[in-house]
Nanobody
Framework: QVQLVESGGGLVQAGGSLRLSCAASGRTLSSYAMGWFRRSPEKEREIVAAIARSGGRTHYADSVKGRFTISTDNAKTTVYLQMNSLKAEDTAVYYC????????????????????WGQGTQVTVSS
């Protein structure tokens, strides 16, 4: 079992940047494809970015494409979400999630595919 802990959220002005981290404990993330999701009072939970187990494939929601970047460290213990050019509509609680998979190249868009979730970190963008 893997435990996920997000950090890096906070209050930022529109146009600013934040980097979220998702640290794994219990084991490395080498057996998992990873995703970042967000939820706000105005919107249902939505996925914003996903990365394959290999780290070689990524995919982004249209709303964040070109602004957000998902990545992992070489040790496969932490997943990051670099968020640039933040907008007020990016305000949400951000969650990372891990999907156990035998495939190095697959990434997953459906929340039901994910096995483990972090507790979330609040991101607030002021306009």
């Amino acid at each position: 079992q893997v435990q996920l802990v997000e950090s890096g959220g906070g209050l930022v002005q529109a146009g600013g940047s934040l980097r979220l981290s998702c640290a794994a404990s219990g084991r490395t993330l080498s057996s998992y494809a990873m995703g970042w999701f967000r939820r706000s009072p105005e919107k249902e939970r939505e996925i914003v970015a996903a990365i394959a187990r290999s780290g070689g494939r990524t995919h982004y929601a249209d709303s964040v494409k070109g602004r957000f970047t998902i990545s992992t460290d070489n040790a496969k213990t932490t997943v990051y979400l670099q968020m640039n050019s933040l907008k007020a509509e990016d305000t949400a609680v951000y969650y990372c999630a891990a999907a156990q998979t035998g495939s190095f190249g697959s990434l997953f868009w459906e929340p039901e595919r994910y096995d483990y979730w972090g507790q979330g970190t609040q991101v607030t963008v002021s306009s």
